[in-house]
């Protein structure tokens, strides 16, 4: 069984601060992980994803997540916020690429000027 | 080359009536997957069809929903009669049958239920 966790609901940032968005997951098989975001009033697009290549995965708009095994973390992050990265975001696992997503929570990203 | 697309984009019914909604994934993606956003929660699995057969469907909520997807190209999902609590934003994603890219999404239908 797959399940995903996204700690915090809201999160507000000033405009270039540090963002982080925290998603622990848990897997009975190796998990492929994935970063989505919803901008208001469109579907999701795909910031990142995590398909057991490199730990480290840098994806759109300068976000990048680190996978940890150990920790069963994934959590999100982009060293310095933009008013435009304004949006939900949501992380997710699957056991395999282009399967069956099964999503956090999501966290609802505010940036401050 | 054309994203995931879904019809319509906005629907308002009252309860009691049947709505259907539709998507059309990406031309060659074998899969094609259902979720349901309802306010307020996490994005939920529904149901999962390889070409026209249903993989998977434990996630669709009862038998007032059926989908299908006549002849593995476009695929419908028919809410029949509509309760309140089927308001919600439904996704419609697809991806390659080889398991090498992920999944792409439409832009969703909001669901009003009145």
């Known amino acids: 069984a797959q399940s995903v966790t996204q700690l915090g609901s809201h999160v507000s940032v000033s405009e270039g601060a540090l963002v982080l968005l925290r998603c622990n997951y848990s897997s009975s098989v190796p998990p492929y992980l994935f970063w989505y975001v919803q901008y208001p009033n469109q579907g999701l697009q795909l910031l990142l994803k995590?398909?057991?290549?490199?730990?480290l995965v840098k994806g759109i708009n300068g976000f990048e997540a680190e996978f940890k095994k150990s920790e069963t973390s994934f959590h999100l992050t982009k060293p310095s916020a933009h008013m435009s990265d304004a949006a939900e975001y949501f992380c997710a696992v699957s056991a395999w690429e282009g399967g069956k997503l099964i999503f956090g929570q999501g966290t609802e990203l505010s940036v401050k000027p | 080359e054309a994203g995931v697309t879904q019809f319509p984009s906005h629907s308002v019914i009252e309860k009691g009536q049947t709505v259907t909604l539709r998507c059309d994934p990406i031309?060659?993606?074998?899969?094609l997957y259902w979720y349901r956003r309802v306010m307020g929660k996490e994005i939920k699995f529904l149901l999962h069809?390889?070409?026209?057969?249903?993989?998977?469907e434990s996630g669709m909520p009862n038998n007032r929903f059926l989908a299908e997807r006549t002849g593995g190209t476009y695929s419908t999902l028919k809410v029949q009669p509509a309760e309140l609590e089927d308001s919600g934003v439904y996704f419609c994603a697809s991806s390659l049958s080889d398991r090498t890219t992920e999944a792409f999404f439409g832009q969703g239908t909001r669901l009003t239920v009145v």
């Open positions: 995590y398909t057991s290549a490199a730990t």
């Open positions: 031309s060659g993606h074998d899969n």
């Open positions: 069809f390889v070409k026209e057969s249903k993989q998977d």
